[in-house]
């Protein structure tokens, strides 16, 4: 949510040195193509949500083969790729986004923008989420489309409402800076907090110190240690190091009762299953 040179500020802004939700979306869509973001980042300014982990986000369970064929396809196997082709020919939306990838990134084949965002559309038009936070990345950035982020916004919140975790986190960026929405720090709160609850290290950060800060939700020291543990792991990327201040600096405020109980919560936590709504597929009209 902010640097770690943000911290020790006397006003403790989770907003202070965060991360644009574009920026966010840039670091994403680096990993989507496989190239290394350029950056001159300090230390003090961790990396975004998108930047810990894959873009290629997990939804519905790809199709039979499908992952042995992206990785056959990678190496430049020909038979594979016109395997994975087939499929994504046929309408298989897991298919079709994973080929658009490949085509956007030039992996095994040769690179074409305009095809990629054609299959990761079809994708998206199916209401797969992965294809629908991927198309969301896009237009976020510009890459194969003109830039626009209210258009990003409503392929990313697509996603969001099927439970995937990485737009929810996006989406909650979003709302806390007011890019491409009305400003809205309660509805911020409440997408960091969906995909806290199902493990994306960075929201769990965010929730914490909005609850350290009682920064539109009420304070409440024992849920902010958890979140803030929670977001402190050894796995947890670039945000690890601000949760961890954080925690230290509220544990310190801290009554021996409110400590232990939030210890105990951090045991117990486990990340809830990820269950999808059942969203209809979208329009195959284009974006309005």
């Given at each position: ?9 006397a ?29 001159t980042a ?71 923008q305009a ?16 294809g ?10 510009g890459?194969?489309?003109t830039?626009?982020t209210?258009i ?15 737009a ?39 929730l914490?110190?909005?609850y350290?800060?009682?920064?539109a939700?009420?304070?409440?020291e ?6 803030l ?8 990327g ?8 954080r ?36 329009s195959t009209?284009?974006d309005?």
């Open positions: 949510m902010g640097g770690v040179g943000g911290v020790g500020g006003r403790g802004n989770p907003g202070a040195h965060r991360r644009s939700p574009l920026a966010a979306a840039l670091a994403a869509l680096s990993l989507l193509t496989g190239t290394a973001p350029a950056t300090a230390p003090a300014t961790p990396a975004g949500p998108a930047a810990t982990a894959p873009l290629m986000a997990k939804g519905s369970p790809p199709a039979a083969g499908s992952e042995a064929l992206i990785a056959a396809s990678k190496q430049g196997d020909a038979v594979a790729l016109k395997q994975l082709l087939t499929l994504a020919e046929q309408g298989d939306p897991d298919a079709q986004n994973k080929l658009g990838l490949l085509l956007l990134g030039g992996k095994g084949i040769k690179e074409d095809e990629a965002l054609r299959w990761i559309r079809r994708a998206a038009e199916q209401g797969y989420a992965p629908q936070f991927n198309l969301g990345i896009l237009y976020a950035h890459r194969a489309v830039q626009d209210t990003a916004v409503g392929w990313l919140r697509r996603a969001a409402e099927q439970g995937e975790a990485k929810q986190a996006i989406l909650g960026d979003y709302y806390f800076a007011g890019k491409g929405v009305d400003q809205d720090r309660v509805e911020a709160a409440r997408w960091y907090r969906k995909a806290a609850e199902q493990g994306e290290h960075k929201s769990q950060t965010d914490g110190i909005l350290a800060d009682g920064d939700i009420p304070r409440d024992v849920q902010a240690y958890l979140w543990s929670l977001g402190a792991c050894r796995e947890c670039g945000y690890a190091p601000l949760a961890n201040i925690r230290e600096t509220l544990a310190k405020k801290m009554t021996p009762a409110q400590r232990q109980e939030a210890e105990a919560l951090v045991r117990a936590w486990k990340p809830r299953p990820n269950r999808p709504a059942q969203i209809a597929p979208a009209a284009r309005r």
